[in-house]
């Protein structure tokens, strides 16, 4: 289909847009055709651009949102880590008091018996003087 040029006589405008015997259109038309044509170029590449863009952007996206994912977990995992070397502490701190009394307990008792023994040496040196 052709395009109509801009000239004000209808014959005149039909001359124009009909094919020459050559085979080839008029001037217009084919100026029209090329700057259609460049336009139809331009809009698939803007398109195109854009799609790869949103492409991009998703991707990115995507990463940005497996990273974040990635680094809550790692800081769950240091935060167990933390929670389980806190309570080896206390199990230690525990264990060390229980050691402590247990020591001291020893202690009393061995000074105990020591006070009985001297108790009873004094017991029999007077019972010896008597």
């Known amino acids: 289909m052709y395009r109509q040029p801009l000239t004000p006589s209808g014959n005149e405008a039909k001359e124009c847009s009909e094919p020459k015997a050559n085979g080839k259109s008029g001037h217009r038309d084919s100026l029209w055709i090329s700057s259609l044509y460049k336009s139809v170029q331009s ?9 790869k863009k949103k492409k991009k952007k998703k991707k990115k996206k995507k990463k940005k949102k497996k990273k974040k994912k990635k680094e809550e977990e790692e800081e769950e995992e240091e ?3 933390e929670e389980e070397e ?19 307990e020893e202690e009393e008792e061995k000074e ?4 009985k023994k001297e ?3 004094k017991e ?7």
């Open 86 to 104: 806190e309570e080896e502490e206390e199990e230690e701190e525990e264990e060390e008091e229980e050691k402590e009394e247990e020591e001291e």
């Open 124 to 130: 029999k040196e007077k019972k010896n003087r008597d």
């Open 119 to 121: 108790k009873e040496k």
């Open 112 to 115: 105990e018996e020591k006070e």
């Open 79 to 81: 935060e167990e880590e």
């Open 43 to 51: 809009w698939f590449k803007k398109k195109k651009k854009k799609k």
